[in-house]
């Protein structure tokens, strides 16, 4: 399957090392910059396309990596013309584009997976399968974390571009919290005061479930540039599973001390498998055989929901029932 890549960021450069390094074929670039297009192609050995619709056109599949508020129009656009597409969290800024856009897929009999790598992560993976397998009893209580440095790119910062720190980052957590124990009954959120001009931003979430268990989600930009903390407890009737990127070392990503900070923190410290490169694969496999994505569509649908549901909460101070 021939593998045309837009949106040449941070995002852009970890599916195509991934690729590469899968030996995938990925063979097309696109990006508006056309400098930042060539060094892209040339770094890949890609051939670049003077056009989105060039590149759709090329291919079998379209990884877009652009930003979330360019997803409905270019994912649209790929089904339109044939193309399957793999598409970088989060699906979309609001529930009804992101259902516009798996109606998009539906209509066209195209096939869309979204990447929300943290259930491609091996601890967190392992963490679901002894949950599945009943090793640990009934779960009542669940607490994620992860916290990283403010990104760097501007769009980010812009709610009404990003959709905000729970939108672009809780949402990998609050998935996570759905696949382990399916859909909450309420939510209630508090944030940290806005700091005028700062992008700085901290929330903790409270998921209720029917039978009542919790999970505390924890999220923030608000680390110095370069660290990155994750962490994952679930705590079950008949056990506990707990781990911290701070076991056994704060998990930092180090840059020289006259260079800038990095645009975007990644979780990737002391892991031996890559987990992009896990996602990928699978969704590839996905593809060519025709079996189900680990990550729904109506999944990354309902993660936004929810990641929405958290914002809001946080804004007004009050409990929302979601269910």
């Not at 990925?26 to 060039?54: I, M």
């Not at 090329?58 to 997803?71: E, K, L, N, S, Y």
């Not at 672009?168 to 399916?182: E, F, K, Q, T, V």
């Not at 056994?248 to 990737?268: C, H, I, S, V, Y």
């Amino acid at each position: 399957m021939k593998i045309g890549i837009v949106g040449l960021g941070t995002m852009g450069h970890v599916h195509a090392a991934a690729y590469r390094r899968m030996g995938a074929e990925l063979k097309f670039a696109y990006d508006a910059d056309r400098e930042v297009l060539q060094g892209f192609a040339n770094e890949y050995g890609l051939e670049p396309t003077d056009s989105y619709e060039a590149l759709v056109r090329a291919v079998d599949v379209v990884d877009i990596c652009t930003p979330t508020f360019t997803h409905l129009e270019l994912a649209e656009q790929a089904f339109a013309l044939g193309a399957e597409v793999i598409l970088e969290k989060p699906l979309a800024l609001t529930a009804a584009e992101g259902e516009q856009i798996i109606r998009a897929a539906r209509d066209t009999g195209r096939r869309l997976f979204v990447a929300m790598v943290v259930r491609f992560f091996p601890q967190y993976r392992r963490t679901a399968e002894l949950v599945r397998a009943g090793e640990l009893g009934e779960v009542g209580v669940v607490r994620l974390k992860r916290v990283a440095f403010p990104p760097q790119a501007g769009w980010f910062r812009d709610p009404a571009l990003s959709g905000g720190m729970p939108v672009d980052l809780m949402i990998h957590d609050l998935d996570y919290a759905r696949w382990l124990l399916g859909d909450p009954v309420s939510v209630f959120a508090r944030r940290s005061n806005p700091i005028q001009g700062e992008p700085l931003e901290h929330v903790q979430a409270l998921l209720g479930y029917q039978n009542g268990a919790m999970v505390l989600v924890e999220g923030g930009w608000a680390y110095p540039p370069g660290y990155f903390r994750t962490s994952l407890d679930v705590a079950g009737s008949r056990g506990l599973v707990e781990w911290s990127s701070d076991q056994p070392a704060p998990l930092e990503t180090l840059f020289p001390k006259d260079a800038p900070p990095p645009a975007l923190g990644l979780p990737m410290a002391g892991l031996e498998v890559d987990p992009y490169e896990l996602e990928l694969k699978h969704a590839l496999a996905s593809l060519e055989s025709g079996d189900p994505f680990d990550v729904s569509p109506d999944d990354a649908l309902a993660a936004l929901k929810l990641a929405i549901a958290v914002r809001e909460s946080a804004a007004s101070g009050r409990v929302l029932e979601v269910a």
